[in-house]
């Protein structure tokens, strides 16, 4: 069966300071992958998604990159947080065409 | 442009309440796929059921069901018998088949269910 790993599950960082959330997914080949934020506002706003290695797309420009360096592996950076990073992170996968997104356990971030 | 609405913020019952969480969906495609996911205090997004824009049949699992009506592009969802372990956001999402490999969320509604 499938499983997606994130973590960390919480994390405080300073103002400025780099960051790099990781994802992965084990038992499927060639995932869509995906990042979404969710601020103290509830609503899920999606970041990047890729449909391959080295695939990325940006829905929202900002100070955060990702990178799918491996087939299963996504990973959210920062070169300096802003105070506005702070949030909780959501990585996700699908199969492809119209198949359900699964979630990770997210990450909590709070930029101080 | 494909749009997700779910106009209720916050509802609150009382235990044993039915209680019905409303979905109004916008897209151009013709084929699309609906969605629902939980999302309980603890913070993980619970997938619960998909829907092809071909199948309008309703959908019942256990107390949950769902309503879909492509005449008012709507996408209901009705817990019966609610209980506390129900409290949580409920989100209602759509893909279709433009291109575009991104699922479009609504902005949740929490639920409160209270004893």
């Known amino acids: 069966s499938q499983t997606i790993h994130q973590w960390p599950a919480t994390l405080v960082q300073p103002v400025g300071s780099p960051l790099s959330l990781e994802c992965t997914v084990e038992?499927?080949?060639?995932?869509?992958l995906y990042w979404y934020r969710q601020a103290a506002g509830r609503g899920l706003q999606l970041l990047f998604y890729s449909v391959g290695i080295g695939q990325i797309s940006s829905e929202v420009p900002q100070n955060l990159s990702a990178s799918r360096p491996q087939d299963r592996q996504f990973i959210l950076s920062s070169k300096k947080l802003l105070l506005s990073d702070s949030g909780f992170y959501l990585c996700?996968?699908?199969?492809?065409?119209?198949?359900?997104?699964?979630f990770g356990n997210g990450t909590r971030l709070t930029v101080t | 442009a494909q749009k997700v609405t779910q106009a209720q913020t916050e509802i609150s019952v009382v235990e044993k309440e039915d209680v019905t969480l409303d979905c109004v969906y916008e897209?151009?495609?013709?084929?699309?796929?609906l969605f629902w996911y939980k999302q309980p205090p603890s913070g993980e997004l619970v997938f619960l059921i998909r829907?092809?824009?071909?199948?309008?049949q309703n959908e019942i699992s256990g107390r949950y069901s769902w309503n879909f009506q492509k005449s008012t592009s709507s996408f209901n969802f009705t817990i019966t018998a609610s209980q506390v372990v129900d409290s949580a956001v409920y989100f209602c999402?759509?893909?279709?088949?433009?291109?575009?490999?991104?699922?479009?969320f609504g902005k949740g509604t929490k639920l409160t269910v209270n004893p």
């Open positions: 999402a759509l893909s279709g088949l433009g291109g575009s490999e991104k699922l479009v």
């Open positions: 897209t151009r495609d013709t084929t699309y796929y």
């Open positions: 829907r092809n824009s071909f199948d309008e």
């Open positions: 996700a996968w699908r199969a492809g065409g119209n198949s359900p997104l699964h």
């Open positions: 038992g499927t080949s060639n995932p869509n």
